[in-house]
Nanobody, 119 residues
């Protein structure tokens, strides 16, 4: 599976950004997909995940602010981020995997896109 992410950038606290990711490959349409992030000096963590059936999971800190969506026909996912906070600053990675053991860092990864939230 190959993943191509886009979006990201610099935004002020309280602002919004949208990340997109396109997947290609033989298992792209059936895999679960998600967004992870890695803040400076910290470990990579799940932000939000979505199965091919549309079930979602979010890390507690983004619930109510971020929304993950999926277009199975186009093999794309998006992450709409609202009310961004400085602590959301990180490199965001698109992920494709089998199963939904989201805490495990595994599967295929996109190139990463930097989100910077200024206070």
């Amino acid at each position: 599976v190959q993943l191509q992410a886009s979006g990201g950038g610099l935004v002020q606290a309280g602002g919004s950004l949208r990340l997109s990711c396109a997947a290609s490959g033989s298992s792209a349409s059936v895999n679960s997909m998600g967004w992870y992030r890695q803040p400076p000096g910290k470990q990579r963590e799940l932000v939000a995940g979505i199965t091919s059936g549309g079930s979602t999971e979010y890390v507690y800190s983004v619930k109510g602010r971020f929304t993950i969506s999926r277009d199975n026909g186009k093999n794309t996912i998006a992450l709409q981020m609202s009310n961004l906070k400085p602590e959301d600053t990180a490199v965001y990675y698109c992920n494709s995997r089998t199963g939904t053991n989201w805490p495990v860092i595994k599967g295929y990864w996109g190139q990463g896109t930097l989100v910077t939230v200024s206070s």
